[in-house]
């Protein structure tokens, strides 16, 4: 299968600060990524995703950096809130794969008030 | 504005019991997908469909059956309970666009526990 993984298994960060979340994958045909949200006991959300034709997408505090020469995507959350605190996940979408998505194991964001 | 249904949330098996885990969407999705998340780790797919009377396998697929008879319904099998399936199982639905398929909408995930 692909290999999707994130760096850090962990994070913690003092509320109001900027968080970074990195996340490398494997496979350089990768078309698309998505950003998700997991809460504990709920299902994942989306975040924000990015095409590979692009390299940053900004949305509402969060910002997602795509670069496709080392194969690194990263998640950046400004002025974090306690509402952030959740598990991170980064997914793939490979276009030979067909319909798709792989996961990778997840970050675990703690805010600390 | 339901969007994806799993029934039940939770359910305790003991080894070699069958049970369906029941989906549904209304949000007219062509795909739709099953997921295994084990304790601390990311999601695996088991099955997904392109549409009605389509399905395939994913990474995970043994010990588990699917149907897919209509758009809206996407019943996960499993046939002969195993603890190795003991896991949070979530189902998800999505879309094409232009040429990607969109981002997956989630359902709040049937905890299954086998003893």
């Known amino acids: 299968g692909e290999s999707v993984g994130l760096h850090l298994p962990t994070l913690s960060v003092q509320e109001g600060d900027n968080s970074i979340i990195n996340c490398a994958y494997s496979?350089?045909?990768?078309?698309?990524f998505i950003w998700y949200k997991q809460e504990s006991g709920k299902g994942p959300q989306f975040i924000i995703d990015?095409?590979?034709?692009?390299d940053k997408r900004q949305g509402q505090r969060v910002t997602v950096l795509l670069n496709k020469t080392v194969k690194h995507l990263s998640l950046q959350i400004a002025a974090t809130q306690p509402g952030d605190s959740a598990v991170y996940f980064c997914?793939?979408?490979?276009?030979?794969?067909?319909?798709?998505?792989?996961f990778g194991t997840g970050t675990s964001l703690t805010v600390i008030p | 504005n339901a969007g994806v249904t799993q029934t039940p949330k939770f359910r305790i098996l003991k080894i070699g019991q069958s049970m369906t885990l029941q989906c549904t969407q209304d949000?007219?999705?062509?795909?739709m997908y099953w997921y295994r998340q084990d304790p601390g780790m990311g999601l695996k797919l088991i099955y997904y469909?392109?549409?009605?009377?389509?399905?395939d396998k994913g990474e995970v697929p043994n010990g588990y059956n699917v149907s897919r008879s209509t758009t809206e319904d996407f019943p996960l099998r499993l046939e002969l309970a195993a603890p190795s399936q003991t896991s949070v199982y979530f189902c998800?639905?999505?879309?094409?666009?232009?040429?990607?398929?969109?981002?997956?909408?989630f359902g709040q995930g049937t905890r299954l526990t086998v003893v």
């Open positions: 997914a793939e979408s490979v276009r030979n794969t067909g319909n798709q998505f792989y």
């Open positions: 949000m007219n999705h062509n795909y």
């Open positions: 990015i095409r590979s034709n692009m």
């Open positions: 469909s392109v549409g009605a009377g389509i399905t």
């Open positions: 998800a639905s999505s879309y094409p666009l232009g040429g990607l398929v969109a981002e997956a909408f």
């Open positions: 496979n350089s045909a990768s078309d698309y």
